[in-house]
């Protein structure tokens, strides 16, 4: 009876040693965070005021010269997405003709996607590479749906809000709100590989009646 009760003991050591890394893979997988380079435009997807924040704190530090803000009314937060962040960011000092909006209501990160795509393809001057921000944890999802709306012809860079600016850790488990993010996204990211890689006629009609942000 000593053996197993030795390895139960050293299979608990073992699981307590490895679950804080393991736990860290699950949530790093997720944040997509790429080496900046100056582009053309920043976009911002309609979300938290941190998110337009640190967009604010890249068009500061010389990463564009023009902010893209989407969005209309959001019955979560209670604001105009795109004329919130405009306004927040003239507060903050930033110029309104270095602003774009599109004040289209927001369903979904993909249709987030399109709005950026169109507004590339009606910018009087060419656009052609563009950063995105967003929470880390939105991060992978975001390159994927982006990266299919827009092509390869345009350079794409994912610039999350780093996590000290953010009202939740990366320590995601520990965190009831950073609980739910990491479990939405895994959802979101299989949801959305159905509904917009492996679906067609009905079965993607029916998939659309639950698009969600």
Not at 144 to 154: A, E, N, S
Request: glycine share 6%.
């Amino acid at each position: 009876m000593a053996i197993p009760v030795v390895a139960l003991i050293l299979a608990g050591v073992v699981l307590f040693l490895i679950h804080e890394p393991v736990l860290f893979f699950i949530g790093d997988f997720l944040v997509v965070k790429d080496k900046l380079q100056p582009v053309d435009v920043i976009h911002v997807i309609a979300g938290p005021d941190y998110r337009t924040d640190y967009a604010i704190q890249l068009y500061k530090e010389g990463y564009a010269k023009q902010i893209f803000f989407t969005g209309g009314w959001c019955s979560k937060h209670k604001v105009n997405h795109s004329e919130h962040g405009k306004e927040r960011a003239i507060e903050q000092g930033v110029p309104s003709e270095a602003i774009a909006i599109d004040g289209t209501e927001i369903t979904t990160t993909y249709s987030e996607a399109v709005r950026l795509k169109e507004s590339i393809t009606e910018s009087p001057i060419p656009i052609h590479s563009v950063i995105v921000v967003s929470d880390p944890y939105h991060m992978r999802r975001a390159r994927w749906t982006y990266r299919k709306v827009l092509g390869d012809q345009i350079i794409l860079q994912m610039a999350p809000v780093p996590f000290e600016q953010l009202p939740y850790p990366n320590r995601w488990w520990t965190n009831w709100e950073s609980r739910n993010i990491v479990r939405d996204e895994y959802v979101k990211t299989v949801f959305y590989f159905a509904r917009y890689q492996f679906s067609w006629g009905p079965l993607r009609d029916w998939l659309a009646t639950f698009d969600k942000y």
